[in-house]
Each structure stands twice: as C-alpha cells, then as structure tokens.
C-alpha cells in the first residue's frame, strides 16, 4: 500500500498549487437535433485539503464538468476547448490506459445513486476491493483485511459480516458508505462527489456528509462535491461555483457567495432554498379561516392505524403501528420521517390502495376502510394521490393532454370536447402552457411532468389530495415552484393536503400540522409551529438539527472572507 495521505496532510493544505484547475472548459453532446452545447468557457479550481462545491439546477452542465474531469463523459460527448489540469498535467486528449492509471488511484468518484451503483450480484467486500484487485495492490488476503479495514474506517458496523452481504441487504446510506470506502480505496488525491446524498433522508445526509469531512482532514484530500443544494454547499464548501445553463454565474468563497451573491440566479437560489430561510420564516399564514375549519370538524380521521406485513411463514413486520392524527378542511397535514418510517405505508392507506389491519380512516365521515368495490371506485374521486417521481407515473405513450383528462373518462360522462376544455383549464391552472397538451413525458422537464401529475390529480376536484415525497426529487428552484403552486391551488380551490415528506425544511414551508414518524411509531404530533419551535423528541430535534444550511442561518459559515 501507498503511504497514508495524512502523513502529508499539512504539507498538502499549505500549498498554493491547485491540485485541480479547469480552464474555459467547453464541453457539447452530439444528438439527433445537432450539437448541444452542455458546458460553455467552465473555470475552476480545487486546492489540497479543500472543497470546491459546483451548485446548479438538473441540465446545468455540472456533473458533464465532473465527468469531464475523470473522463467518463458519454460517448457522443467531446471536450471541444479548454484545459483540465491535475496536479500540473493535462487530462485533455489522455489514452485508455493514461486513464486507468489515474482513475481510483489519483482521482476517486463517489456517484450519485447508491442503489444503482453497486453491482446487485456481488458482495460489499468486492465491490469497495475491486480498484485494489485491478490495480494488484497486494495478496488477496491483504486486500481483503485492507477492504474490512476501509468498511470500518467509513462507519460500517460488523465490517467481517457485511463484506460478504449484497447491497441488497444494506440501507441506502450504508451503501453510499460502501461507495465512499470504494473511492478512498486507493488512497487518491482528489475525490469527484457527485451529488452523493441527494437520494438520502436528511439525518444520514448530514452522516455522510460528516464522513466525507472526516476522510478530507484526515486523508487531506481535494474534493469537487456536485449538488442542486446550495445550503449543504454553504455548510460544507470552501468554494462555490454557481452553475445555469452550462456557464458559470458565479465563482467565490462560499461566505461571500451565500452572505453577498452578485448574480441573480445566485439570489434565486438563495430565496428558494427553505433549508437557508427557514429561521427566518414567520408563522405560515392559514389558507382557510382557523376557526371555520375547526366548526366544520376535521375531514380526515385517522384512528390507532395498524399496519403489518407478513414476512415468510411466521414473521410478522410492523410498518405503522398505533398512529393517530386529524386533517381540518383546508389545511395540509404534513407526515414527516426517514425511510422506512411508514409514512409512505400512511399515504397509500388513506389513498385506498392498502388495508389497515386495524384502526380506521374517517374521510368526510365515511370509514374508507370498510368500503365495498363499488363504494371504492367512488371513492377514488374523493381522494387523490400524487407520486414521488413523475416520469414513472406518467404513461410515455400517451401525451399529456390525454394523462390529466383520463380520470375524466374514467369517471363521468363528460364529451370529449368539455374534456379537452377542462384539460385546457387544469394546464393553466398549474402554470403550463396549454399547448403542451400535445406533448408526451419525455418532451417536459421534471417540474413540468410534476405539474401534470398534480393536475390529473386535481381534475376531479377531490376533496383530499396525498402527495407523496412529491418535491423531494426535483432540484431547489423546481421545488420551491411546485410549492407556491400547491399553496396558490390549496388557497383557490379550498383543497386539503396530507403531504408526506423526510424534509423538514419543506414540511415548515408549507404544513399547518405535521406527524412525525419513526419506525413506524409516531414520536411527535401538532401545529408545524408547535413542533419546530418547542420539539417534544429527541428524534424531531434530530431531524431539525440535520437541516442543512444551520452555519448559514446562524451566521457561522466554514470560511470567513
């Protein structure tokens, strides 16, 4: 094995030679509708012992930059100018086996999906040794103990038990560790962090990101960390580079670019991240009279709900148990918890696509839970469910004027020409351009196939609307507009929302009660005020203390100017 980078840590971080430096980089995508211009004139730099963090909308060219780096671009991608240098050397132009040489060695990549990135049909302890076997670093016992080794290293508990497990039997953030023990394997000097939390709970984000701090002071490593989320950049970075649209908005230190941004898409980012305002944000404004809501009494009911799974012959698994709360009429409820807490198990229950084993759910004053098929057809225009992601919800052959009108056809009798003109309205309604109905999913962005997921939702004018993880996918500008939308329709058509979500920024934002939830038991309950201001549990004030963007809000950034 090489020798420890720690060992030469303070002589990394006292060095004033970047150790990666990106000069005008032009990057363009050869497709079917010509040349597509994905980076324009990109400069950078990432000094030792560093974290320069590249911040920016889905499309903005920062994981084509990052890639470009270690020479994963795609194959109809080229670098067209520009200059990539590590360590003083070009990257530009180098051979297949310039590249094996550096790849996992000098530079490490922690990609962005954990579930995707692990071979599904080999252990944990091949996949974090597999550099160490390409590039023959010792016997295979070595390796193995240097691979357990690394396991423990990056916070994997019984490293000897899960070297031999699947991905399959890990947690999403015990995975993303894997990955992270995989990329400092070889002990590089620059690690690519591609947005490698944006598909984990808030409270093992804040874990990981940690880690990653702990492997950069000790190991005095260089990091290009990518994200759409510029508190987690504030918190973490020592530079920012803002990104849209392929160019560099702006470049600085993280403190001067969060506390003084000169660019207006910086500004913009600033003021749609809820995790960065969320000190500042006074008491959500009701979208219904208090007092009206309560002499109506509550629209949804739901009453010691009890949920269980069957797990072979005799285990039985527990996904909710004993949960309670109310919903008045107008208002959002907001179900709050990690993965694998049961909050997704509460959506589906009140939406009727699952059962309770016990306990009951009181929609208008009707137990839904004891409906006949008839009754729960009916039923299925009284409640409506809106999904995580939009594309997998959305039919790719039908287009989207056809998706939002076919509960229409499915439920009433209406022609096809007051279908069209109510599709038209819907459209409208959720800020598209109704000329869009002739397009298809793979035509709009991820905020606009969201759109029209809501749409088809509130087509029939439900009386209650679920949303499951609905923003939770969608980058920070995306999300706060889908947000002010749900607010605005909620507002206009007196709507009432149970809204699931791990992101307690969000839930704060738009949420007049909120339900927290943790292994299925529900730890917290009452006013999203209440709550946040006064936490009962210890796991709500963990959640809460996860929020990224805390150094920000508290004036305490990483780097003063």
Known sequence: MSTPLSATNSAAGATTQPLLEIEDLVVSYGTAKGVVHAVNNVSLTVHPGQITAIVGESGSGKSTTAQAVIGLLADNAEVDSGQIRFQGKSLVGLTPREWREIRGTRIGLIPQDPNNSLNPVKTIGASVGEG????????????????????????????EVRYNQYPHELSGGMKQ??????????????????????????TVQKIILDLLE???????LGILFITHDLAVAGDRADQIVVMQQGEVREHGHAASV??????????QLLADAPSLTIGDITTRVPAVDPAE????????????????????????????????????????????????????????????????????????????TTLNKTQRREFRREVQLVYQNPYSSLDPRQTIGATIGEPLRNFTKLSKQEINAKVEHYLDLVALDPRMSTRRPRELSGGQRQRVAIARAMILEPELV??????????????????????DLQRELGLTYVFISHDLAVVREISDTVSVLSRGQQVEYGPTMD??????????????????????????????L
């Not at 995306?478 to 749900?486: D, H, M, S």
């Open 531 to 560: 709550v946040f201001n006064n936490p009962q549990s210890d796991f709500t004030r963990q959640l809460i203390d996860a929020i990224p963007g805390s150094r920000y809000r508290g004036g305490d950034l990483n780097l003063g």
């Open 258 to 267: 969060l506390t003084d941004p000169q660019h207006p898409y910086s500004r």
């Open 466 to 487: 679920v949303f499951d993880e609905a923003v939770s996918a969608l980058d920070v500008t995306v999300q706060a507009q889908i947000l002010r939308l749900l607010d």
């Open 293 to 368: 809501a309560r002499a109506k009494g509550p629209l949804l009911v739901v009453d010691n709900l009890r949920k269980e799974y069957t797990r072979g012959k005799d285990e039985v698994f527990v996904a909710v148990n004993d949960v309670s709360f109310e919903v008045l009429p107008g208002t959002t409820h907001a179900v709050v918890g990690e993965s694998g807490s049961g909050k997704t198990t509460i959506g589906r229950a009140i939406s009727g696509f699952n059962t309770p084993t016990s306990g009951s759910i009181v929609i208008a004053g009707r137990d839904t």
């Open 177 to 202: 560790r894997a990955l992270i023990a995989a990329a400092i394997a070889l002990e590089p000097d620059l690690i690519i962090a591609d947005e490698p939390t944006s598909a984990l709970d808030v």
């Open 132 to 159: 160490l076997d390409i590039h023959r670093r010792g016997t295979t016992a070595e390796r193995k103990k240097r691979v357990i080794e690394l396991l423990a290293r990056v916070g994997i508990d019984n490293p």
């Open 214 to 220: 702990e492997m950069q002071a000790e190991l005095g």
